[in-house]
């Protein structure tokens, strides 16, 4: 079963108004990742927190984490219209044979001009 | 440019075929990763590597398999395609010294469709 569930599944907001996305885990993380795709493209990465971090910024983009509830949110403020894409978490652990990067399932973000 | 390139881009394969992807990076990064996105699901980690000659199963290796025998490059096999493999491939890489620093490099995915 895949590490990470976001919440919600699909989001539509106006141009200007914030989103907020969020992710829940499962298991102990070194940290955690939040990814844009746009439609038939790619995944670009967009921010990384580590598990001894609680909150970091990157231009327009917030993101919290919380490691006792598992759990991390991304803020995205003043949204536009290019932001509209699919938003994934993605938590990574390190293990005997390294290190793995799994995903949850992702939210739709559609901002309306 | 430097980054991730997978070949081929699209692919249509007959049910029994086979098939290897291949994905290339020239930033010298230890770890690959093969994923597979279908509608709905994410990306699924099929099988990955943290080195040259090492590989090790993901969350939905069955019916696949890779090969690192170059730090360049992945290869993903599919022995005996099967329409339940028809799905978007994405390769990964990323350094072990910035791991937990930076996100990783993706390529820009190959389409396979096995009819």
């Known amino acids: 079963s895949q590490q990470g569930e976001e919440d919600p599944q699909a989001l539509s907001i106006q141009e200007g108004e914030n989103a907020t996305m969020n992710c829940s885990y499962k298991?102990?993380?070194?940290?955690l990742q939040w990814y844009r795709q746009n439609s038939g493209r790619g995944l670009v990465h967009l921010i990384l927190?580590?598990?001894?971090?609680r909150e970091k910024h990157s231009g327009r983009l917030r993101v919290t984490l919380d490691t006792s509830k598992k759990s991390s949110s991304l803020l995205i403020t003043a949204s536009r219209a290019a932001d509209t894409a699919s938003y994934f978490c993605?938590?990574?652990?390190?293990?005997?044979?390294?290190?793995?990067?799994?995903f949850g399932q992702g939210t739709e973000l559609s901002v309306k001009p | 440019n430097a980054g991730v390139t997978q070949t081929p881009k699209f692919r249509v394969l007959k049910t029994g075929q086979s098939m290897t992807l291949l994905c290339a990076q020239d930033?010298?990064?230890?770890?690959m990763y093969w994923y597979r996105q279908d509608p709905g699901m994410g990306l699924r980690l099929i099988h990955y590597?943290?080195?040259?000659?090492?590989?090790a199963k993901g969350e939905v290796p069955d019916g696949y398999n890779v090969s690192r025998l170059k730090k360049q490059n992945f290869l993903l096999g599919l022995e005996s395609a099967a329409p339940s493999q028809t799905s978007v491939y994405f390769c990964?890489?990323?350094?072990?010294?910035?791991?937990?620093?930076?996100?990783?490099?993706f390529g820009s995915g190959t389409r396979l469709t096995v009819v």
């Open positions: 927190i580590r598990s001894n971090e």
């Open positions: 990964a890489s990323t350094a072990l010294r910035i791991v937990n620093l930076l996100g990783y490099t």
């Open positions: 590597s943290v080195g040259e000659g090492t590989t």
């Open positions: 993605a938590t990574f652990t390190f293990y005997n044979q390294g290190g793995k990067l799994i």
């Open positions: 298991t102990s993380i070194n940290n």
């Open positions: 930033m010298n990064h230890e770890y």
